[in-house]
């Protein structure tokens, strides 16, 4: 998800940003496993396909907090398509 000012983003600004979302998007990961643990313990779990960072989110988290993650994700693939196009190293 492209923003404003991107292009006049720095590698540094770009690792940066980068690292902070990905922090976010482990925060929504380690939620939806505690969940999910939790509703396997009850025998209700569900299986959810993690692929690396870019994950199924599961019906554990909210709505909301899926959109959000969603949307992290998308920001990092623009992050890291601009780093590329700027020949930074991460």
Same mark, same amino acid.
């Given at each position: 998800?492209?923003?404003?000012?991107?292009?006049?983003?720095?590698?540094?600004?770009?690792?940066?940003?980068?690292?902070? %979302?990905?922090?976010?998007?482990? #925060?929504?990961?380690?939620? @939806?496993?505690?969940? !999910?643990?939790?509703?396997? &313990? /009850?025998?209700?779990?569900?299986?959810?396909?993690?692929?690396?960072?870019?994950?199924?989110?599961?019906?554990?988290?909210? %709505?909301?907090?899926?959109?959000? #993650?969603?949307?992290?994700? @998308?920001?990092?693939? !623009?992050?890291?398509?601009? &780093? /590329?196009?700027?020949?930074?190293?991460?």
């Amino acid at each position: 998800m492209a923003q404003a000012g991107d292009e006049s983003l720095d590698c540094a600004a770009i690792s940066q940003q980068l690292a902070e %979302n990905d922090k976010a998007i482990e #925060a929504f990961v380690k939620k @939806d496993k505690q969940v !999910e643990n939790g509703n396997v &313990a /009850k025998g209700v779990g569900s299986a959810v396909p993690y692929v690396g960072i870019l994950i199924a989110m599961s019906a554990d988290l909210s %709505n909301v907090e899926q959109v959000r #993650a969603r949307s992290l994700i @998308d920001r990092n693939e !623009e992050l890291n398509y601009l &780093a /590329k196009k700027k020949g930074c190293t991460k």
